[in-house]
């Protein structure tokens, strides 16, 4: 029978327009969190990071927010362009240790 | 690209064949870790090994057995695989524990 995969959240933006991808994470003892870009056909790609002592970063057209009260996560990209189009991942990690734990990924659209 | 290099991009065997994946990393990282990426699930570690010692093992079936040699190369020996091992194999690396990986562009596999 057909495999039925991963039902990905989807947002779609208008070119130009500002996307905000959200995230849940799932253990209040993480204290790194990092956002990843995946292309198809490609491997997931660093975008940026935040650590638990920060509640904002900035990057080029990028911004992470971390709401450690209610364990959320933020990617905020700016002025979206066609490149933005991917899906894009939050990992969190605990206690400096060497495991990733990822979310299951939200898949952005940009409408030109 | 990334500097973590995964050979063969795309590999199809039946379930009574040995393959090995590999992965160079040209980065000077001291880990380096196995990711299953299927359509069912959201990443999976695998392994994770450190300066060529196993520090991660999560439940993985016996028929994967990974392979370290050096801080700079990683395997993944395949040996009778069934058919739901099909999916995206991520290698990637990272200087050390709390960093982001840096991930490889994965190899496809398919079993028969």
């Known amino acids: 029978g057909e495999s039925v995969g991963l039902h990905l959240p989807t947002l779609s933006v208008q070119e130009g327009d500002n996307s905000i991808i959200n995230c849940a994470y799932s253990?209040?003892?993480?204290?790194?969190f990092i956002w990843y870009k995946q292309e198809s056909g490609k491997g997931p790609q660093f975008i940026i990071d935040?650590?638990?002592?920060?509640d904002k970063r900035q990057g080029q057209r990028v911004t992470v927010l971390l709401n450690k009260t209610v364990k959320h996560l933020s990617l905020q990209i700016a002025a979206t362009q066609p490149g933005d189009s991917a899906v894009y991942f939050c990992?969190?990690?605990?206690?400096?240790?060497?495991?990733?734990?990822f979310g299951s990924g939200t898949r952005l659209l940009v409408r030109p | 690209e990334t500097g973590v290099t995964q050979t063969p991009r795309h590999l199809v065997m039946g379930m009574t064949n040995k393959k090995s994946l590999k992965c160079e990393q040209h980065?000077?990282?001291?880990?380096m870790y196995w990711y299953k990426q299927s359509a069912k699930k959201p990443l999976e570690l695998m392994f994770v090994?450190?300066?060529?010692?196993?520090?991660e093992n999560n439940s993985v079936p016996s028929r994967f057995s990974p392979e370290c040699p050096n801080s700079s190369h990683l395997f993944l020996h395949l040996h009778t695989l069934q058919p739901e091992d099909s999916a995206l194999y991520l290698c990637?690396?990272?200087?050390?524990?709390?960093?982001?990986?840096?991930f490889g562009s994965g190899t496809r596999l398919t079993v028969v």
């Open positions: 990637a690396s990272s200087p050390g524990t709390a960093y982001g990986y840096t």
């Open positions: 253990n209040s003892a993480s204290d790194y």
């Open positions: 935040i650590r638990s002592n920060m």
């Open positions: 990992a969190e990690n605990m206690d400096s240790s060497y495991k990733l734990i």
């Open positions: 980065l000077g990282h001291n880990a």
């Open positions: 090994y450190s300066l060529e010692e196993r520090v």
